[in-house]
């Protein structure tokens, strides 16, 4: 079955340094992944998607890869900031052609000042 | 746009009584997801509506569970009778295409069942 894997470890980081979180599936090909953020309390926000013709995909200080190859998606802030401090959840699609999304389990990010 | 509007925000209920979620989607959107979030199991998808039709709802954990959209603009999740490991945030997501694009996420409901 399709399986998403995200570092279950919370990432704790000093301000100013990039994070990098991983997203890992196996046993199929989504045709993208999508980057949620989600602050304790609240529901999870949109942050970026990206197609797997897509090698890489920026926005402001956010980056996002996808290597089809390795299976995996990886997820850089560059120059963090303590207000980035959140749970960050990779989701893609079931299939294709629907709007159904596997949410990974999140890795929780914490920026220390 | 207020955005997804969910409502109660919070519910306290007993064991075997009946539990009503309530959901608004953004005005526009023909995508409607039904989350479930707890620590154990993270966010999983319980049942999704296109156009107001079920598309989806093997997430449905049992019968007890029962989800329905008779408009554009509202939506119910109901639990009956509820039990104490239905406690969870329960979220509302809408989305303007089944596929493809970013969903926007309520605020949730926080369900305790005691």
């Known amino acids: 079955s399709q399986k998403i894997e995200q570092n279950s470890e919370a990432l704790n980081i000093q301000e100013g340094k990039t994070a990098t979180l991983t997203c890992n599936y196996t046993?199929?090909?989504?045709?993208?992944l999508q980057w949620y953020r989600q602050d304790p309390g609240r529901g999870p926000v949109f942050l970026l998607l990206?197609?797997?013709?897509?090698k890489e995909k920026r926005k402001e200080r956010l980056k996002v890869t996808f290597d089809t190859t390795l299976k995996q998606s990886l997820f850089h802030i560059t120059a963090s900031q303590p207000a980035d401090s959140a749970t960050y959840l990779c989701?893609?699609?079931?299939?294709?052609?629907?709007?159904?999304?596997?949410f990974g389990q999140g890795t929780t990010l914490q920026v220390k000042p | 746009d207020a955005g997804v509007i969910q409502s109660p925000r919070h519910e306290v209920t007993e064991m075997g009584q009946e539990v009503t979620l309530r959901c608004k989607p953004i005005?526009?959107?023909?995508?409607l997801f039904w989350y479930r979030q707890t620590m154990m199991r993270g966010l999983e998808l319980l049942i999704y509506?296109?156009?107001?039709?079920?598309?989806?709802d093997s997430g449905m954990p049992e019968d007890r569970f029962s989800a329905k959209m008779p408009n554009a603009s509202f939506s119910t999740l109901k639990i009956q009778p509820s039990e104490p490991r239905d406690s969870a945030v329960y979220f509302c997501?809408?989305?303007?295409?089944?596929?493809?694009?970013?969903?926007?996420f309520g605020p949730g409901t926080r369900l305790t069942v005691l």
């Open positions: 997501a809408s989305s303007s295409q089944g596929g493809g694009n970013e969903q926007f």
């Open positions: 046993n199929y090909s989504p045709a993208y």
């Open positions: 990206i197609r797997e013709n897509e």
């Open positions: 989701a893609p699609p079931v299939s294709s052609n629907t709007g159904k999304l596997i």
């Open positions: 005005s526009g959107h023909n995508s």
């Open positions: 509506f296109n156009n107001n039709v079920p598309i989806d």
